[in-house]
């Protein structure tokens, strides 16, 4: 299943119109699961990433 991507900045603009910086953050992670055939779990793992994003403007 393919993940959904937000674009939100993490920080917004103060109050007052002063402009602060933004940073854009990815997390992306991967679970892989291996079952038998009775059902139980016989390997699981767990991968992912945070990716930093800064807009350039």
Do not use: C, W, Y
Request: net charge negative; proline share 5%; glycine share 8%.
């Amino acid at each position: 299943m393919p993940g959904t991507n937000i674009t939100k900045s993490v920080v917004a603009n103060e109050p007052g119109g002063r402009k602060r910086d933004e940073i854009f953050v990815d997390v992306i992670e991967k679970i892989s699961v291996t079952f038998n055939s009775s059902g139980f779990i016989l390997t699981s793992e767990i991968d992912g990433t945070i990716q930093i994003h800064k807009p350039s403007n």
